[in-house]
């Protein structure tokens, strides 16, 4: 039968520099005040003054090479203390690993299927802990096997910090081969393979690229709406139209609704009235229709360049005043000629055009 190759990974069971295992099977230094009982693989340190947890220990008399064999540890030990303080973890290189080795025994891997466990629980006044070791007897020789599991070192830290170690006992067990009883072993199959999980860079990337691109399309959603859902820009009104342009319509609506025919003479004089006033404040830049007369010709007055017709507006004012606080009728006459004095009014005030500013073309010689 050939032997499995140790595994070189051992349990880290001391964390604190006060305990190690003995080097080449020799015996530790017991010379400090603090050390306690030592063994040929162990020493245990116990702090001066302190008392030593007790510890009760199973492990069983008969194994089967190459398979898992339980080292059952029940610790109790103060409140403030904790068993294993760096936690139940593997190292590839320790003491604890060669000692082992030399005693044919090593520890398997924790992810094999019969990794350690540590499990604390209050007991009283103190704590209750309760530690499972797994260790796997790889004997030289085939057959039946006496071998003894060496003393293990168990470090515990104090409330205060110190750390303190115990060590387990030597524990004898006879170890069978696994074929001892088979009347004609035959060779076995290897075992099928254990699943391996890898990481695959490829999806990996994918997953990764696809969340980022999400994201972002996610933001640019976002983004869109808002751009869309913002408030547009009310387009600007129409230019007004010039006063001169309202007037003239305004007048030529008024000719055509016939008034004078209909002998509503002074609803005539009185709308070409308004026509005009509202002209001339449009035009001259104040309210024509809330103004009286003498404020209307007093602004008038004051318009620079002189209006070339401020006289005849003055003249069709003080006539419309009378016709509207005199109570006197015009006839229908005067009504024809006041509409026709209010365009003349209207267009002997129109602004001349502006000069144009198109390049003057220069004629050829």
């Known amino acids: 039968m050939t032997r499995a190759w140790p595994c ?14 003995a080097q080449d099977g020799g015996s530790a230094d017991a010379g400090s005040a603090e050390a306690g009982t030592a063994s040929a693989t162990c020493v245990e340190h116990l702090p001066a003054g302190s008392q030593r947890p007790s510890i009760a220990e199973t492990f069983p008399a008969k194994g089967t090479s190459g398979h898992a064999i339980p080292l059952t540890l029940l610790i109790k030990h103060g409140k403030g203390e904790s068993v294993l303080p760096g936690g139940v973890q593997m190292r590839a290189t320790s003491d604890e690993a060669r ?18 466990s540590l499990e604390t629980k209050s007991d009283g006044a103190g704590n209750l802990t309760t530690l499972r070791l797994q260790l796997v007897a790889l004997p030289e020789k ?36 696994p074929i001892t009883n088979a009347l004609d072993p035959k060779p076995r199959d290897n075992p099928s393979p254990r ?47 010039p006063p001169w342009d309202v007037a003239l319509e305004a007048l030529s609506d008024l000719e055509r ?15 070409v009235s308004s026509i005009l006033r509202r002209y001339c404040g449009d035009r001259y830049g104040f309210d024509g229709l809330e103004s009286t007369t003498r404020e209307m010709l007093g602004m008038l007055r004051r318009v620079v360049p002189p209006i070339p017709a401020l006289d005849e507006i ?8 009378l016709v509207k606080f005199a109570r006197l009728t015009p006839d229908a006459t005067e009504c024809t000629e006041a509409l026709s004095q209010a365009r003349a009014i209207v267009e002997r005030t129109i602004p001349p055009p502006l000069p144009s500013t198109a390049p003057t073309p220069v004629r050829s010689a």
């Open 314 to 321: 003055e003249t069709f004012l003080r006539r419309a005043d």
């Open 99 to 116: 000692a082992l080795s030399r005693a044919q025994f090593v520890i398997p891997h924790p992810d094999g299927g019969a990794g350690p």
């Open 195 to 241: 699943r391996q999980p890898e990481v695959w860079t490829t999806a990996k990337n994918v997953a990764a690229g696809a969340l980022v691109a999400a994201v972002v399309a996610l933001l640019v959603a976002l983004l869109l709406g808002r751009w869309l859902k913002r408030p547009k820009p009310v387009p600007p009104p129409p230019p007004p139209r």
């Open 8 to 21: 070189l990974a051992a349990l880290a069971l001391l964390t604190g520099p006060g305990a190690a295992f």
């Open 257 to 271: 609704q016939d008034l004078v025919t209909r002998d509503r003479l002074v609803e005539h004089f009185e709308q």
């Open 142 to 177: 085939p057959g039946r096997n006496e071998l003894v599991l060496p003393p293990l070192p168990i470090a515990i830290q104090r409330a205060s910090g110190e750390v303190l170690t115990l060590c387990t006992k030597a524990h004898p067990i006879v170890i069978e081969d």
